[in-house]
């Protein structure tokens, strides 16, 4: 069976800044019962106020987009449904952003690297540098 790695970066809408502790800790919970009834695993998930990064491990039949949009519609859904104050900071009833990053992630390169730095977003550490130098296609 094959899996592949994917790295993920969804923006909330407007660039909000909404991912309290709680928020935090509910997408999480959230991305548990999304493992539960999909091919879809999360790896690492870190939210820094205004994005979250996913490290998502898939199997081949699901595209990313397919993935992501999964991964949106229902989390969007569900923290609204948790956290009414977030629908309050996002007029139109919009979670995330339309667009996003993805990436494929090497299992014996660079996995330990953006796992990482998924881990630690929010959080004032080296990370993000460690992370822009050893991906770095353009040294």
């Not at 956290?83 to 139109?92: A, D, R, S």
Request: hydrophobic share 35%; with cysteine.
């Amino acid at each position: 069976m094959s899996v592949l790695l994917y790295h993920f970066v969804c923006p909330a809408k407007y660039r909000r800044v909404v991912f309290s502790e709680d928020v935090d800790l509910g997408l999480k919970e959230i991305c548990e019962e999304i493992e539960k009834r999909y091919d879809i695993r999360f790896l690492e998930i870190g939210t820094d106020k205004d994005h979250v990064h996913f490290l998502i491990q898939s199997v081949p039949k699901i595209s990313p987009t397919q993935i992501i949009r999964t991964v949106k519609s229902i989390t969007a859904k569900e923290i609204f449904a948790r956290y009414p104050e977030v629908k309050k900071k996002l007029w139109g009833g919009e979670f995330w952003s339309d667009g996003y990053y993805v990436g494929t992630v090497g299992r014996h390169g660079n996995e330990t690297a953006v796992g990482n730095y998924v881990r630690e977003q929010g959080k004032e550490k080296e990370y993000k540098k460690i992370y822009s130098q050893q991906l770095s296609l353009f040294d």
